[in-house]
T-cell receptor, first 114, second 116 residues
Framework: GAGVSQTPSNKVTEKGKYVELRCDPI?????LYWYRQSLGQGPEFLIY????????DSGLPNDRFFAVRPEGSVSTLKIQRTERGDSAVYLC????????????FGPGTRLTVT | AQKITQTQPGMFVQEKEAVTLDCTYD???????LFWYKQPSSGEMIFLIY??????QNATEGRYSLNFQKARKSANLVISASQLGDSAMYFC?????????????FGAGTRLAVHP
């Protein structure tokens, strides 16, 4: 079946602009995670959704970052007033439930802020 | 604080040989989980293997096995019979004790190159 998809695959934006990154999880997966991977590093946790609610947003770096999952499937990560330091690959993962240890990752969105 | 350390930035191995990728972790929680992921150049993280802290036996999945040494806090990945397609970045990760979901902490990764 279809895996986790993320759009766009690449996004180039100017400093100060607003961007939205989309994640389409595997159908039926109730748990959804966002991670950020900077160059040469491992992914870092940003936020976890169980269903429609953000159960843990402790990894969001500041209030410029926000994520929603209004119908419990597709999620959008929103970044306001982008900064060059936001440049990274943003990865989305989903799993059957929060306790299911096998997370399925999407291919990521590479964000470049110029 | 929980932490994952991967001390090998790069490793290479001859095709058909076995290779061990090192991972040490630090946690004060008695209950935790350890993961290995593969990230090819396409960027997608691929789940390889999982070990729970209370599991009595080392986890195995096909050519992958996890050498879990709890007292030493190490969880090394062993890949047997390496293939050219194994060339990728490999990340060790640990689940934080969140009470039911898998918030992962990743190491910096090891780049594996398999030579013919």
């Amino acid at each position: 079946g279809a895996g986790v998809s993320q759009t766009p695959s690449n996004k180039v934006t100017e400093k100060g602009k607003y961007v939205e990154l989309r994640c389409d999880p595997i159908s039926g997966h109730t748990a959804l995670y966002w991670y950020r991977q900077s160059l040469g590093q491992g992914p870092e946790f940003l936020i976890y959704f169980q269903g429609t609610g953000a159960a843990d947003d402790s990894g969001l770096p500041n209030d410029r970052f926000f994520a929603v999952r209004p119908e419990g499937s597709v999620s959008t990560l929103k970044i306001q007033r982008t900064e060059r330091g936001d440049s990274a690959v943003y990865l989305c993962a989903s799993s059957l439930g929060g306790s299911s240890y096998e997370q399925y990752f999407g291919p990521g969105t590479r964000l470049t802020v110029t | 604080a929980q932490k994952i350390t991967q001390t090998q930035p790069g490793m290479f191995v001859q095709e058909k040989e076995a290779v061990t990728l090192d991972c040490t972790y630090d946690t004060s929680d008695p209950s935790y989980g350890l993961f290995w992921y593969k990230q090819p150049s396409s960027g997608e993280m691929i789940f390889l293997i999982y070990q729970g802290s209370y599991d009595q036996q080392n986890a195995t999945e096909g050519r992958y096995s996890l050498n879990f040494q709890k007292a030493r806090k190490s969880a090394n990945l062993v890949i047997s019979a390496s293939q050219l397609g194994d060339s990728a970045m490999y990340f060790c990760a640990m689940r934080e004790n969140t009470g039911g979901y898998n918030k992962l902490i990743f190491g910096a990764g090891t780049r594996l190159a398999v030579h013919p």
